[in-house]
């Protein structure tokens, strides 16, 4: 027996406007443990097919390409001898139709210390909509990755900081903690702005509020919320709303989904009821081949990332944390 389907914000009739219906899933979403190095990455993948057109996609993989019902995984889909082939005519199949958010998991939780600890907490946190700080977050984020320990131990530190499902660890003394992280690493990159700006009260009040419950926070360690904003910022274009079917996701609850909508109308100059999230449906994966061919692909995304940018996105800018794929590859590549 399934159980019911959790979180998720449906529109309240049919959206006004122009509207775009869009299904996602995600691959390497590891729930607050952001620091595994197995997955280094998330990918978030979204297409605009209809239900007929992704049923009509996973019934050709299944049928020229010999691919059994429990192998439409990235995982096993790219062991299969077919692969080359089937994912070459995978991809050029979504061109124009599909579109990936690759958001690496170190180079995010550098945009948490600067979007959360020196600005004022925004469900915009994360996005290219808060980018004041972002060329100072990717210089700490070079020079972090040449350090080794130290800059482990400072993203470690502030992930236990901010572990709100331990409230009743306030006092503890991990704010003390990541100040001495903050410290160690200050001595690699003694003029970095964002080191040098963090303030031990302003640190210590935002952990309060966090630990108070405050939800006008965003969750500190939800990266799907960011990837999401970006996902709609992406088909929505200026120009219409986007209705969005999603696999299940208990971190996309119908309260911070309601404060994420809020937020993009008001960064786009629009009342609450034209935000350019006309809102999330839940759906298991299982029951819809849209979700299936996004599952598929943000898998493959985050398995091979130059293949995709190579069909799918051949000119891809690189704003806020959506790092380009190439751009990923290259953080891989260095120390």
Request: one cysteine or more.
């Amino acid at each position: 027996m399934r159980l019911p389907l959790q979180g998720g914000l449906p529109p309240v009739g049919v959206p006004s406007g122009a509207v775009v219906e869009i299904a996602c899933d995600e691959s390497g979403f590891s729930g607050t443990n952001l620091l595994d190095p197995a997955t280094p990455v998330i990918a978030h993948a979204s297409v605009d097919l209809g239900v007929d057109e992704a049923a009509a996609l996973v019934t050709t993989l299944r049928s020229d390409f010999r691919f059994a019902p429990h192998e439409f995984k990235s995982r096993q889909f790219l062991r299969r001898p077919e692969a080359a082939d089937a994912l070459a005519w995978f991809l050029a199949a979504l061109r124009g139709r599909a579109h990936v958010h690759l958001v690496d998991k170190q180079f995010f939780l550098v945009t948490r210390v600067v979007d959360l600890l020196l600005a004022e907490p925004s469900y915009l946190a994360g996005t290219r909509l808060a980018g004041k700080h972002r060329a100072d977050a990717r210089a700490l984020h070079r020079a972090g990755r040449a350090v080794g320990p130290d800059w482990n131990a400072f993203l470690a530190a502030f992930v236990d900081m901010l572990r709100t499902k331990r409230r009743d660890r306030g006092g503890d003394g991990s704010v003390e903690r990541f100040f001495a992280a903050r410290d160690a690493l200050l001595r690699h990159a003694p003029t970095d702005a964002v080191l040098t700006a963090l303030d031990r009260s302003r640190v210590a009040a935002v952990q309060a509020r966090l630990y108070a419950e405050d939800r006008s926070i965003p969750p500190p360690l939800e990266p799907l919320l960011p990837a999401l904003a970006e996902t709609v910022l992406f088909w929505s274009a200026g120009r219409r709303r986007v209705l969005v079917t999603h696999d299940e996701q208990s971190a996309l609850t119908a309260d911070r989904l309601r404060r994420l909508q809020r937020a993009l109308a008001e960064r786009a100059g629009l009342p609450a009821g034209e935000s350019p999230l006309a809102g999330l449906v839940m759906t298991d994966s299982r029951d819809d081949p849209r979700v299936q061919v996004a599952d598929l692909l943000a898998g493959v995304a985050r398995r091979m990332p130059g293949t995709v940018e190579q069909f799918l996105f051949p000119s891809v800018p690189q704003d806020g944390i959506a790092v380009r794929v190439a751009e990923i590859l290259r953080h891989r590549q260095r120390p």
